[in-house]
Each structure stands twice: as C-alpha cells, then as structure tokens.
T-cell receptor
Framework: AQTVTQSQPEMSVQEAETVTLSCTYD???????LFWYKQPPSRQMILVIR??????QNATENRFSVNFQKAAKSFSLKISDSQLGDTAMYFC???????????FGQGTRLTINP | NAGVMQNPRHLVRRRGQEARLRCSPM?????VYWYRQLPEEGLKFMVY????????ESGMPKERFSAEFPKEGPSILRIQQVVRGDSAAYFC??????????????FGSGTQLSVL
C-alpha cells in the first residue's frame, strides 16, 4: 500500500524562527514525485514545493527547502525565517510516475506566533 | 485566467437528499480530479475524468456517488441519498495534461458539504 505519514499533528513556533515538518512515505515504486501543500483557513490548496525522486539535489523555493532522503523514504520541509502568513495546515503528498492520483498525509497544523 | 471554480462553497443537505457539486476547471484544462477531505484528515482521491470520460474512479464509493465531465459545462460530483458520513470538504483540481509530467495541478477552494 502507498501511504504518507506525518507524525506531528501540530507545531507552533515564534515568528522568524526556523521550523521543520516531517514526512515519511511508503511505496515500492522507484519513480515518483513528492510535494508539500499549504492549506490556510481559506481552504485553498497551495503548492509549496516539489521534488522529483530521481533528483538527488534537494529542492528550494525561497524560504522553503526540503530534506529528501530516498533510502529512508523521508521528505521533510524546512521553513526559514517563519512569517505569520505561514500559519496553515501543511500536507505532504506523492504521486507515482504514470499514475494520476496524489496520496496525501494527514497534515500538520503549523502556527506561527508573533 | 480564473482559477478552478467550485460552487457552491458551502452546501447543507438533510439526510436522504441529493448533493450536486460543481467544478469549472481552469481554461484550457481537460483533466479533472475530485478529492474528499474528512475532518482533520488529508485529501483522498476519488475520481479522475477527462472530457466525457471517467478514467479512474477507484476512490469513489460504489454506491450513491457519481461524477461526470461533459463536453460542455462543469464537472459534476453527485451524491445521492446523503448520509452524515458524507459531510466533508470536496475538492476539485484540474490540469492541462496528465500528471505528473505536466505537474500543473491546480486546486479549487472546495465545497464544504454538511449533512444534517
């Protein structure tokens, strides 16, 4: 079975701090893509960052970066210099090459405190 | 270019009624996906459609649920004889091509279905 596990239901940090959200996944496939989505209270699903499994280099998007450990099937998200607007639910997800469905984790509720 | 439009944003139904959820994909997108989000859970895939065709409905409950994406008009997710367990947020996403090569999947803001 293909699954995604986010072991931190909730996290809370102070503004400007760095926070890391963890994600592990399980698949027997070797070609896949990994994603982090942000869901603010508006409910809109916003893509934060993506990573191709065949790429060893970790993806980076401004203040957001990932630590991709393929052998460990781990895909954590690091948010640097956190901002109040980063407060949201964060979902880790992956999709198998050739498939058409994303598999999501249960989410981590992140709160950035002023 | 407007994003993926879902309506209504909130829908309240009594047990036994029908719920019809609409999704207008982004302009130029011919691939539509429906996901369901139960409270405090992640999104779960339901169905994948292309124009006039259901490609993958492996996540759809076998009874009471149906989806369509006609040649003209929005995609419709239909739930007949709703029960309290159907209460959830239903998200639509669209893409201009198959995933993940295109990797241009855009989500709507969802329809929150509440069954009384």
């Amino acid at each position: 079975a293909q699954t995604v596990t986010q072991s931190q239901p909730e996290m809370s940090v102070q503004e400007a701090e760095t926070v890391t959200l963890s994600c592990t996944y399980d698949t027997s496939e070797s070609n896949y893509y990994l994603f982090w989505y942000k869901q603010p209270p508006s409910r809109q699903m916003i893509l934060v960052i993506r990573q191709e499994a065949y790429k060893q280099q970790n993806a980076t998007e401004n203040r957001f970066s990932v630590n991709f450990q393929k052998a460990a099937k781990s895909f954590s998200l690091k948010i640097s210099d956190s901002q109040l607007g980063d407060t949201a639910m964060y979902f880790c997800a992956f999709i198998i090459q050739g498939a058409q469905k994303l598999v999501f984790g249960q989410g981590t509720r992140l709160t950035i405190n002023p | 270019n407007a994003g993926v439009m879902q309506n209504p944003r909130h829908l309240v139904r009594r047990r036994g009624q029908e719920a019809r959820l609409r999704c207008s994909p982004m302009k130029g997108h011919s691939h539509v996906y429906w996901y369901r989000q139960l409270p405090e859970e992640g999104l779960k895939f339901m169905v994948y459609l292309q124009k006039e065709n259901i490609i993958d409905e492996s996540g759809m409950p076998k009874e009471r649920f149906s989806a369509e994406f006609p040649k003209e008009g929005p995609s419709i997710l239909r739930i007949q004889q709703v029960v309290r367990g159907d209460s959830a947020a239903y998200f639509c996403a669209s893409s201009p091509m198959e995933l993940p090569q295109g990797d241009r999947l855009f989500f709507g803001s969802g329809t929150q279905l509440s069954v009384l």
